[in-house]
T-cell receptor, first 115, second 110 residues
Framework: DAGVIQSPRHEVTEMGQEVTLRCKPI?????LFWYRQTMMRGLELLIY????????DSGMPEDRFSAKMPNASFSTLKIQPSEPRDSAVYFC???FGTGQRQPQHFGDGTRLSIL | GESVGLHLPTLSVQEGDNSIINCAYS??????FIWYKQESGKGPQFIID?????DKRQGQRVTVLLNKTVKHLSLQIAATQPGDSAVYFC?????????FGQGTELSVKP
């Protein structure tokens, strides 16, 4: 079975550029999560969708960050303009059901470096 | 200047021994807990979960224990193998969000 698929796996770009991260959740899962992982702050939830609708975006750091889920099989996380402090590994996860009392299954992440 | 990362707690065990990884959680109202394993360059991988109406749950070679009195969670790995070397995270559902701990690095010596 295909797991959560993220692209690209690695992204290196200059500050000020727009960055778009992509995620395909596991088929049949109706909740999707975007996380950011850094050594200093660990794993942080950025935003959570249920049935393609954003439910909680309180973790999105600033207006430079935006996320969309146009359909059940695709989501994007966009950073515009990017800054060096955005460098991190960004994970997408999906799960069945509502709320967060079901196992979330993670992709292998996008390692983002902003120069 | 260069930022300094957190130093994860490390547990070093001999291959074949049992491992116990501990986690203290913060919210007495948390009702769902989950353990993940993360290998280098990969995403967190689900190991086992437990709800607050249970105090023990077993999987294949793993057992999770929940002590709600002292807000403590542990993951026991039986007969630890080199492939178990990874960072292990606990997470609690607090107020509708999964909150992850900082992780423990497990190192298995052959």
């Amino acid at each position: 079975d295909a797991g959560v698929i993220q692209s690209p796996r690695h992204e290196v770009t200059e500050m000020g550029q727009e960055v778009t991260l992509r995620c395909k959740p596991i088929s049949g899962h109706n909740s999707l999560f975007w996380y950011r992982q850094t050594m200093m702050r660990g794993l942080e939830l950025l935003i959570y969708f249920n049935n393609n609708v954003p439910i909680d975006d309180s973790g999105m750091p600033e207006d430079r960050f935006s996320a969309k889920m146009p359909n059940a099989s695709f989501s994007t996380l966009k950073i515009q303009p990017s800054e060096p402090r955005d460098s991190a590994v960004y994970f997408c996860a999906s799960s069945f059901g509502t709320g967060q009392r079901q196992p979330q299954h993670f992709g292998d992440g996008t390692r983002l470096s902003i120069l | 200047g260069e930022s300094v990362g957190l130093h994860l707690p490390t547990l070093s065990v001999q291959e074949g021994d049992n491992s116990i990884i501990n986690c203290a959680y913060s919210n007495s109202a948390s009702d769902y807990f989950i353990w993940y394993k993360q290998e280098s360059g990969k995403g967190p991988q689900f190991i086992i979960d437990i709800r607050s109406n249970m105090d023990k749950r077993q999987g294949q070679r793993v057992t999770v224990l929940l002590n709600k009195t002292v807000k403590h969670l542990s993951l026991q790995i039986a007969a630890t193998q080199p492939g178990d070397s990874a960072v292990y995270f606990c997470a609690e559902n607090a107020g509708g969000k999964l909150i992850f701990g900082q992780g423990t690095e497990l190192s298995v010596k052959p």
